[in-house]
């Protein structure tokens, strides 16, 4: 009885799927930050990013905001390892002629406070993108 069931249930699931397919024909979809063009078309590459040069940083544009980081942030932070920490921690940021952590980042015994354990939750890449990705009229003033 119980196959006999099971038999009835799984034709009644077939044919209530059965004519049912899929949309595989979409419409082109605009995205303003890829240049108003369909995704299905080529375009010409985003001009690349200018970093300052060593030594330079980024002037801020409003009270409290945290450094911004004059580089590509390339390097990983996961739950293992802080790569940030390789150049900016205080035991080796002289050496590294890399900005030091501030001390508000730092345990009494000058390890990393786990609450500023994802630098870039803060702090982010800036650079001179010749071509803005979306138009902005921010002012600090």
């Known amino acids: 009885m119980k196959k006999l069931l099971t038999a009835v249930a799984m034709l009644f699931m077939l044919n209530a799927c059965s004519g049912q397919q899929a ?15 369909e995704i299905t078309e080529v ?12 030594g330079k940083s980024i002037e801020r544009t409003f009270v409290h905001q945290p450094p911004l980081i004059p580089h590509k942030a390339q390097y990983p932070i996961n739950l293992k ?31 990393l406070n786990k609450h500023y354990y994802n630098c870039t939750q803060c702090h ?10 979306v138009e902005n009229d921010f002012s600090a003033k």
Do not use: F, W
């Open 23 to 37: 949309d595989t024909q979409a419409d082109p979809v605009n995205i303003a930050s890829l240049g108003q063009s």
């Open 43 to 54: 375009r010409a590459a985003d001009v690349a990013p200018t970093y300052p040069k060593r």
């Open 81 to 111: 390892k802080n790569s940030c920490m390789n150049c900016h921690s205080p035991a080796k940021a002289k050496r590294m002629k890399a900005t030091e952590i501030d001390a508000s980042h730092l345990l009494a015994d000058s390890k």
């Open 124 to 133: 982010v890449p800036q650079a001179d993108n010749k071509q803005p990705l």
